[in-house]
């Protein structure tokens, strides 16, 4: 099937999406119908970008008033990188993902999902909430302190995925 047969796909669709809309309903293909399922929760890094501005201020006044041997453009172009690299970590939010039968986050700026025969037991207390992997690495670490989670609603959640999956739930 060809190009033409495509295209006829294309057309039917987007007639039956403007029905769909005319009476409330969701579109056919949408992203927001496939990701339903998976509950999302941000927090905010906030002491590792805090860290990094504060030693580029604090290396711009150190070595603004010396007299540099090397490259002024590339001891502000040092300064400004610093800078970004807190505002970039700032603007990228940590997260755990609660879906149906997998648990994913982010770590070392890499996505990771873990499924629940693979989780060993979920920890949750006040302000913190541990989740332990039977894989290699180390458990993870949600902190109401640190990251700004809502560990309440994670632990609720969590507590809902443990009992489903027959997982280890401890609340302390």
Partial sequence: MGRSWERMVQKNTKK???I?????????????????DIDR????????????????????ILYSGVE????????????GLYILL?????????YLNVGKAFLGTRRFNRDIR????????ITVQKGYVVIETKAKGSNW??????????????GERLQEFARTHNVPFLEK
């Fill in 16 to 18: 039956a999406n403007q």
């Fill in 114 to 121: 873990v499924d629940a025969a693979q989780v060993k037991q």
């Fill in 141 to 154: 670490v949600f902190s109401r302190l640190t990251n700004r989670y809502d560990t309440v609603a994670m």
């Fill in 20 to 36: 769909r809309k005319k009476q409330g309903q969701q579109a056919i293909g949408s992203v927001s119908q496939a990701k339903s």
């Fill in 68 to 79: 540099q041997k090397t490259s002024v453009t590339m001891f502000w172009v040092t300064v």
């Fill in 86 to 94: 807190g505002i970039v970590l700032f603007i990228r939010r940590p």
């Fill in 41 to 60: 929760f941000f927090g905010r890094n906030l002491i590792l970008p805090i860290t990094l501005i504060a030693f580029a201020v604090l290396y711009a």
